[in-house]
Structures are given as C-alpha cells and as structure tokens.
C-alpha cells in the first residue's frame, strides 16, 4: 500500500488547511523571550568556561 506522489501532495495539501499558525501578536514575544534566554545562556557560559579555564590553568601550573 504505497501512496503515490500526487496523492501524497494532496493529503499533504489537506493538512496544511488544519494548521493554526499563530498571529504575528503571538510570533514577537515568542521570538524575543527566545533571544534574550539564548543571551542569558551564552553569557552564563561564558562565565563557566572562564572560571573554570581559570581554575584548571592554577592547578596545571602549581608546580
């Protein structure tokens, strides 16, 4: 039971009418919350990598 081609492009034709796309109101606080958290993150990262770069460079260099 294979679907051809052209019947798949309409099946895929009729579950694109079922989609809800979300209104531009909705898009902009979604995409800014996103922004600002992947901000949050690189700057938390940031931080990790250096203190703990920091901290493996005084134990390499003890001796």
């Known amino acids: 039971m294979s679907t051809s081609p052209i019947q798949f492009l309409r099946q895929v034709k009729q579950e694109m009418k079922k989609v809800t796309w979300p209104t531009k109101k909705e898009v902009i606080p979604s995409c800014t919350m996103v922004v600002v958290l992947v901000a949050v993150a690189t700057v ?20």
């Open 44 to 63: 938390f990262f940031f931080a990790v990598d250096m203190v703990l770069g920091w901290g493996v460079d005084k134990i390499l260099h003890l001796g």
